[in-house]
């Protein structure tokens, strides 16, 4: 398969770059998005690709679009991305790795369900005893499981800054209090239901983002990704254990390695060695064997 750091589709209008995302317009009602081997660490995207990445990711997306569609609508349409390009150039850039959408109004919030407290909500917890405004019991430990699933909004910042969490009281000022429900009661559904499968399969979902859109008709619609490595925190359940960061199915090679150089998480990201590369993606390739074989 072709490695693409960044597509170059001619034969339709680019709309814009995100982090790892490549997306173009077709015709007015449809997006092509094509998913790069690009990887962000620490919200900086890195200048070397991880081979194999964007397939997985989509593969791993498109799974749980159909897995929870009854959940909730999604942003699929079913056409083949390689029919909307032009040329054998473009279509193996879109192969394995494209895919058409509907063109849909996206909320400006991130909707982050955690069943487990690690990363920066273990560091709010610490300091506040809560996360995002929401209370929780004394003495928990890190990577303990929530007593019950809890909803975590951010705010989705702009190319090459940190999102920021935020409270519910800001969701319902942002979307209205009506949606700000309905975003925060599927979210956590959604969560659930994979995080259960997932056990299933030998991995611990600790916690994952989902971004939701509107249709013309105001429809809520799940958009972007869903429940892939880089949205989600994923555990090998066969070594978790309480009071440890457990091992992630994700970039935390690369993470790890960023830690132990003089780096200030600011653009741009260091060169990654070839070891960091290669585990990288064999960790994300592993998830997707485990959740989808």
């Not at 054998?88 to 058409?100: F, S, T, Y």
């Not at 019950?148 to 935020?166: S, W």
């Not at 880089?230 to 992630?248: C, E, I, K, L, Q």
Request: with cysteine; aromatic share 8%.
């Amino acid at each position: 398969m072709t490695t693409v750091y960044e597509s170059t589709i001619k034969s339709l209008p680019l709309l814009g770059r995100g982090k790892v995302r490549d997306i173009y317009a077709v015709g007015d009602d449809k997006l092509l998005i094509v998913v790069s081997d690009r990887l962000s660490a620490f919200d900086v995207i890195m200048p070397d690709p991880i081979p194999g990445k964007g397939a997985v990711l989509t593969a791993m997306a498109n799974f749980w679009f159909g897995k929870l569609a009854h959940v909730l609508p999604n942003q699929l349409t079913g056409i083949d991305p390689e029919s909307v390009v032009q040329g054998e150039e473009e279509k193996a850039q879109v192969r394995g790795r494209g895919l058409v959408v509907k063109r849909l109004k996206p909320l400006p919030i991130e909707a982050v369900a955690r069943g487990y407290i690690i990363g920066s909500g273990w560091k709010d917890y610490q300091t506040s005893g809560a996360i995002c405004g929401i209370n929780l019991p004394a003495g928990l430990q890190m990577a303990q499981q929530l007593p019950q699933p809890i909803f975590t909004p951010a705010y989705k910042a702009e190319a090459g800054a940190h999102d920021e969490n935020i409270d519910y009281a800001t969701v319902e000022k942002l979307v209205g209090p009506e949606m700000a429900a309905k975003v925060r009661d599927v979210t956590l559904k959604l969560y659930s239901e994979a995080a259960d499968y997932a056990r299933q399969r030998g991995i611990i979902i600790a916690d994952t983002k989902f971004e939701f859109g509107l249709d013309d008709a105001g429809v809520l619609h799940l958009i972007d990704e869903a429940l892939t490595p880089d949205s989600s925190r994923f555990w090998p359940a066969d070594t978790y254990a309480v009071g440890n960061n457990p091992p992630s199915f994700d970039k935390q090679f690369v993470r790890d390695y960023l830690e132990t150089l003089d780096w200030d998480k600011q653009a741009p990201g260091p060169k990654l060695p070839a070891d960091v590369i290669a585990r990288t993606g064999e960790k994300y390739t592993e998830a997707l064997e485990k959740l989808t074989k």
